[in-house]
């Protein structure tokens, strides 16, 4: 089956301009997280949905949010962009939120760069 | 504050080897712990997961070992081949979906 498909790949954008990025979990999976991946900071939990419902939310401020879908897609949206939120930002899958015993399946990521 | 530490410098090791990583915590009472390898510019892939009440967990020429009382969770690959140099990370979870990550040891498998 296919995996989490993570759109776009790559981005470049401006300081303060605003970026979607796009995750479809894997066919039947209810759950999607966000992390953010930096050279200094490693991952970083960003906020978790489940059945369109933000479940828990990472310390992150408020430019960060996201939302789910019916179809369990999920995006999320950073607006005024700053030189720091340059990052790998990955998605990652699960059934149910109760099912974490079988692991994460991630997708490739979009790598953001800000200039 | 919660914190978790993985090997900080780079592991090299020959082919064949065992190679070994240690992943530390404090501040934190994971219900599990999960080992993630990851390539460059890809996601984390999931390798094992381990239950607080475990002590081991095998996989193929993976090995997990759990001990709650020391805070610590080592990651063994027998037999390596160069085909397993990555960066493998360690992540907590304790409860609810979030995982709070280790910041990854690379390992580097040399013929």
């Known amino acids: 089956k296919a995996g989490v498909t993570q759109t776009p790949r790559y981005l470049i954008k401006t300081r303060g301009q605003q970026v979607t990025l796009s995750c479809s979990p894997i066919s039947g999976h209810r759950s999607v997280s966000w992390y953010q991946q930096t050279p200094g900071q490693g991952l970083q939990f960003l906020f978790e949905?489940?059945?369109?419902?933000?479940?828990n939310k990472g310390n992150f401020p408020g430019r960060f949010s996201g939302r789910q879908f019916s179809n369990s897609r999920s995006e999320m949206n950073v607006s005024t962009l700053e030189l720091g939120d340059s990052a790998l930002y990955l998605c990652?899958?699960?059934?149910?939120?109760?099912?974490?015993?079988?692991?994460?399946?991630f997708g490739s990521g979009t790598r953001l760069t800000v200039v | 504050s919660q914190k978790i530490e993985q090997n900080s410098e780079a592991l090299n090791i020959q082919e064949g080897k065992t190679a070994t990583l240690t992943c530390n915590y404090t501040n934190y009472s994971p219900a599990y712990l999960q080992w993630y390898r990851q390539d460059p510019g890809r996601g984390p892939v999931f390798l094992l997961l381990i239950r607080e009440n475990e002590k081991e967990k095998r996989k193929e020429r993976l090995k997990v070992t759990f001990d709650t009382t020391l805070k610590q969770s080592l990651f063994h690959i027998t037999a390596s081949q160069p085909a397993d140099s990555a960066t493998y990370l360690c992540?907590?979870?304790?409860?609810?979906?979030?995982?709070?990550f280790g910041t990854g040891t690379q390992l580097k498998v040399e013929l």
């Open positions: 992540a907590l979870t304790g409860g609810g979906n979030k995982l709070t």
């Open positions: 990652a899958s699960s059934q149910n939120p109760g099912q974490v015993q079988y692991g994460y399946t």
């Open positions: 949905y489940f059945s369109e419902t933000q479940r």
